[in-house]
Structures are given as structure tokens and as C-alpha cells.
């Protein structure tokens, strides 16, 4: 399971069946659980923590420090969870101690071609990150998030639950959950209701995110009078909570 041509550190840790291809290397400090398959030159730099299950293609990076001109040698970290994909040549950085030192990655996420995810990012599970999406420092994105191809969003951005962020977008502010953002005008462009349906939101669940989106973007209202017009629905409904929660907390302000 580990090819003759592969470099592993005598600090590294490595599971249970796990396959190592040729001309990969394996730095210090780096832990990989079991049935993760590393293809043929993939490089995994420590500290760095890899769950189970994970799949990296050939000519990923992983674990490298970050761009970062502040960066000093600090030891800063990466988390990976299960069940990632991550195709070819993409980049994954670890933390700088401007942040939490600490880039963490959840479980079952695709990474697809050149995808790149810098310093101090945070990603939640089941996201998608089409061909040549960038995440700058500090990003945050929650679940089922999904970016198509080419989209990049500004450091520090943070992007809700569900949102689906259309190919070609900039993101130079944060997108609510259950949101839609038009890759070509890089605007609100509604809610992402198929994403919806395809994971079992009900027709009224969706129809409540739907009253909240008119509340928040159609009534000419500033997200201090949305929320407040929200308030009462948040406190019996999860999904407009959610929603609450995360316009109350968007310091870069929303993409409009």
C-alpha cells in the first residue's frame, strides 16, 4: 500500500490500509487515519490532522504554510475531516496565529480541480468547490455550501449554510444562507430552492425562506428593520433563526 518512491517522515502517522502512491511525501508531524488513498504526487505537510476516508488526487498540496507575508515560522495547524475528495493540484494552507492558527476542513466535501483554500479558513461538511475556486484567509463557509467554477470570494467572507455561489462570481461580501449569487453580475439572484428540495426541504420550509428573502432584499429594507420584521418568525423556525443569526453577525455587510 505504500509505493517504493514515497517519502514519509518517521514523525508521521499513518492509519489503517492506507495507500500511498508514488513520489509522495509525508512530512513531521502529520497524522492520516484509515483508507485514505493518496494517488501519486501528493505532498502533506505538518502539522496537520487527516480523518478517514479522505482521497487525495495527484499534485495536491496539502498542509503547506500560508501566503501570508506576516508568517514568521509560527506552528500553526490543519484540520481535515472524513470522506473529502480532493482532485487534482488543489492547495489546502494551514493557520496563522493572526487568527486561530488553525485551517479546518469538515467531512464529506469535494474539491475539485486547482481549488485553493488559504490560511485560517473554516469549511463545514458536505460543501463543493468546483474547478479553480479560491478561498482567501479567513473565509467561513457553513454546509452544502456549493461554489461553481472560477468564483472567489474576499478574505474574511462568510458564506451560510446552503448558499450556492454561481461560477465566475467575486464575493466581496458575506451571503446569507439558503442564498443565490449571480456568477456573471455577482448579485443576490434569490434562493438556492433546487438545492433545497434535493436535501428535503419541505414546500413550506422553502416558502418560509422565501418570505424572509422578499423581507430581506424586495421591501427596501435595512437588515436592522429585516431582522427585526424576522424576529418572531426566528423563534419558532430553525431555518430563519439560522438566518437571523447570520445577518446579526455580518460584519462585512451582505452581497445585495
Sequence with gaps: MIHSTAVISEKATLGNNVSVGPFCYIGDDVVIGD????ESHVVIKGPTTVGKRNRFFQFCSVGEECQDKKYAGEETRLEIGDDNVFRETC??????????GLTKIGSRNLFMINAHVAHDVIIGDDCILANNVSLAGHVELGNFV???????IHQFGKVGSHAFVGAGAIVLRDVPPFVMVNGQKHVAAGINSEGLRRR??????IMAIKRAYRA???DNNTIAEAVAKLSDVAESDENIRSLVSFLENAERGIIR
Design 35 to 38: 483508507d485514505c488513498v493518496l
Design 91 to 100: 492547495t489546502v494552507h494551514r493557520g496563522t496565529i493572526q487568527d486561530e
Design 146 to 152: 456549493i461554489f461553481g467554477g472560477g468564483a472567489a
Design 200 to 205: 428535503g426541504f419541505t414546500s413550506g420550509q
Design 216 to 218: 430581506i432584499y424586495r
